[in-house]
T-cell receptor, first 115, second 108 residues
Framework: GAGVSQSPSNKVTEKGKDVELRCDPI?????LYWYRQSLGQGLEFLIY????????KSGLPSDRFSAERTGGSVSTLTIQRTQQEDSAVYLC?????????????FGEGSRLTVL | EDQVTQSPEALRLQEGESSSLNCSYT??????LFWYRQDPGKGPEFLFT???AGEEKEKERLKATLTKKESFLHITAPKPEDSATYLC?????????FGTGTSLTVIP
């Protein structure tokens, strides 16, 4: 596809369940970011992947959150034992191989609702 | 602490009524300032990148400017289709710091 693809677009889950959110970046983009956007809040950085380097996990809010990127392409964000405060839109973005400094291209987001 | 503040939080304009949105920042080692447009239920869409004070970029009715402490997004003669949330972000190191956005409504 031409853009960043995220799935599912909507996810409703019960408190305590695990969820997986998927991001398929633009082909050739080596940088990939995950952000969380809550109502009335700015985008909150979660994790950053650049090529084969170790990811920057400094934004992950707790050890219930983890992410991986397989083969330098598709990324999965996993939230274990979901809590109601995890409800938000999770946005994935990728950028050009010239490295960080270029604009981010965002997916449409995955809206997570924890009941 | 690196910070990005956008104002106003919300802005209502009559069609054709020009105005400006503000993004002020306090970061060390600014590598770039970015403006995005976000429509409801969508991901942010890139508009402009500014790299140094004094730089300006234009696209249709939008013009972005940058100083050492802030950026402005000027909207000239807006149309209803310009209604959206406008986000600014600053890049320092490998991190993008986003403001909370300005929600713009343009009334026909």
């Amino acid at each position: 596809g031409a853009g960043v693809s995220q799935s599912p677009s909507n996810k409703v889950t019960e408190k305590g369940k695990d969820v997986e959110l998927r991001c398929d970046p633009i082909s050739g983009h080596t940088a990939l970011y995950w952000y969380r956007q809550s109502l009335g809040q700015g985008l909150e950085f979660l994790i950053y992947f650049q090529g084969n380097s170790a990811p920057d996990k400094s934004g992950l809010p707790s050890d219930r959150f983890s992410a991986e990127r397989t083969g330098g392409s598709v990324s999965t964000l996993t939230i274990q034992r979901t809590q109601q405060e995890d409800s938000a839109v999770y946005l994935c973005a990728s950028s050009f191989p010239k490295g960080v400094g270029g604009e981010l291209f965002f997916g449409e987001g995955s809206r997570l609702t924890v009941l | 602490e690196d910070q990005v503040t956008q104002s106003p939080e919300a802005l209502r304009l009559q069609e054709g009524e020009s105005s400006s949105l503000n993004c002020s920042y306090t970061v060390s080692g600014l590598r770039g300032l970015f403006w995005y447009r976000q429509d409801p239920g969508k991901g942010p869409e890139f508009l402009f990148t500014l790299y140094s004070a004094g730089e300006e970029k234009e696209k249709e009715r939008l013009k972005a400017t940058l100083t050492k402490k802030e950026s402005f997004l000027h909207i000239t003669a807006p149309k209803p289709e310009d209604s959206a949330t406008y986000l600014c972000a600053v890049l320092t190191g490998n991190q993008f710091y986003f403001g909370t956005g300005t929600s713009l409504t343009v009334i026909p």
